[in-house]
């Protein structure tokens, strides 16, 4: 089962704007990581975020985490073609180990 | 160094016959990971293998689907019997110590028709 959402599930932006993803989740966490999956690469990861930490910073990648509400965004700034992917959420939530994906946010960056 | 590789990269079965999928990890990493991906779909869990001990095998969906890691490195899944609805891309990720990043591989698009 899956047991992150992310939203929305479709986005469409133009090149040097920023995109927004929520995902939220259901059960208590250890941490949540973010993956970028394209046709070409496959699964990528991008970041984790631990349950005691809110946010975090990569690049032109900034993730929240807000564990009270169950939920947590990713923002890239300053978007650029080759941003276009699926992005998922994947939390540790169950078991520890085995990671619960949502069924991902589909980004299209257009030049 | 080199990532997860999977072999073979596409495959195409006709019901009722078996597959073995392949996954090498990254050298030295201790834990690996078999996901189905179903179309439009995020990834699924199948099973995990610490070193070559299966510790998990919940998310097999049926008992035609059998995981192996006999050397804690190279993995195979393998589906007996194969149907329709076992078309999906299966991924194997592997990871040096949890709960950090797990590396995915390209993953094995198995068609069956």
């Known amino acids: 089962s899956q047991q992150g959402e992310e939203d929305p599930q479709a986005l469409s932006i133009q090149e040097g704007e920023n995109a927004t993803m929520n995902c939220s989740y259901k059960t208590s966490i250890n941490n949540l990581q973010w993956y970028r999956q394209n046709s070409g690469r496959g699964l990528v990861h991008l970041i984790l975020i631990r349950s005691n930490e809110r946010e975090k910073h990569s690049g032109r990648l900034r993730v929240t985490l807000d564990t009270s509400k169950k939920s947590s965004s990713l923002l890239i700034t300053a978007s650029r073609a080759a941003d276009t992917a699926s992005y998922f959420c994947a939390t540790d939530a169950n078991s520890g180990y085995a990671l619960n994906f949502g069924k991902g946010t589909s980004l299209l960056v257009t030049p | 160094g080199a990532g997860v590789s999977q072999s073979p990269r596409y495959k195409v079965a006709k019901r009722g016959q078996d597959v073995a999928l392949r996954c090498d990890p990254i050298s030295g990493h201790v834990s690996l990971f078999w996901y189905q991906q179903a179309l439009g779909q995020g990834p699924e869990f199948l099973t995990y293998f610490q070193n070559e001990a299966q510790l998990d095998k919940s998310g097999l969906p049926s008992d035609r689907f059998f995981a192996e890691r006999p050397e804690g490195s190279v993995s195979t899944l393998k589906i007996q019997r194969t149907q329709q609805e076992d078309s999906a891309v299966y991924l194997c990720?592997?990871?040096?110590?949890?709960?950090?990043?797990?590396?995915f591989g390209p993953g094995t698009r198995l068609t069956v028709t």
């Open positions: 990720a592997s990871s040096l110590e949890l709960p950090y990043e797990q590396y």
